[in-house]
């Protein structure tokens, strides 16, 4: 069993991600069965939730004339716009029903504010708006944060990222996880979290 200082990050194991889903992550569903692996190793686990109001900003939808995987300048920057997805109290937006997770203590909602999107486990797209996942780690005595889930280029990436500019020691687990990969993204992403020192790893690491 992994330390009281070390957490498992699980981002948006959820229906619309998966194979069928609004925006699905090719091969999507194939890490549940590994989360549930790791997660019992764990005793401090939290999980992330994509959660949108169906108004919400980032949905190629709410901008006549746009089309999905388009971008479009913001006013906090450059957004990709994606199909409707994750949806508040719709059945896109549960967790997959095979996540076995009993014991995650916390789960974060993000992307619920209208204007504003959410990759990041830690911080709203303005990069100025905490969710308080920062702080709670803190209080809780974690060090050492583990990302994984989908997708590797957006969410697990950004959530990675934040955590370590929050001080946190990091490392993707790559096999735990599954990538959008649009327009070379997670190339990209793998090269940023590699600036930044988080490490890459397998599940069997932790497994072993």
């Keep these: ?113 209208v204007d504003v999107d959410s990759y990041s486990a830690f911080l709203e797209a303005d990069r100025t708006t905490p969710t308080g996942l920062a702080g709670y780690l803190r209080d809780t005595g974690v060090k050492r944060v583990y990302c994984c889930g989908l997708a590797t280029d957006y969410c697990v990436a950004w959530s990675a990222l934040d955590a370590r500019a929050a001080g946190f020691d990091v490392a993707v687990i790559e096999d735990a996880s599954r990538a959008i990969d649009l327009n070379g993204s997670l190339d990209a992403a793998w090269r940023d979290l590699r600036n930044a020192g988080v490490t890459r790893m397998q599940a069997a690491a932790l497994l072993a």
């Design 1 to 113: 069993m992994k330390g009281a200082d070390e957490v498992l990050l699980v981002v948006d194991v959820q229906n619309d991600f998966m194979p069928g889903g609004a925006l699905a992550v090719a091969h999507g569903d194939e890490v549940v069965l590994v989360v549930n692996r790791l997660a019992r190793a764990f005793s401090h686990v939290v999980l992330t939730q994509d959660w949108h109001p169906a108004s919400h900003v980032s949905f190629a939808a709410n901008h006549a004339g746009r089309t999905p995987f388009e971008t479009m300048a913001l006013p906090y920057g450059e957004q990709v716009l994606w199909p409707v997805h994750c949806v508040q109290n719709t059945p896109g937006a549960a967790l997959h029903r095979d996540l076995d997770v009993p014991h995650a203590r916390l789960v974060i909602r993000k992307g619920h504010h």
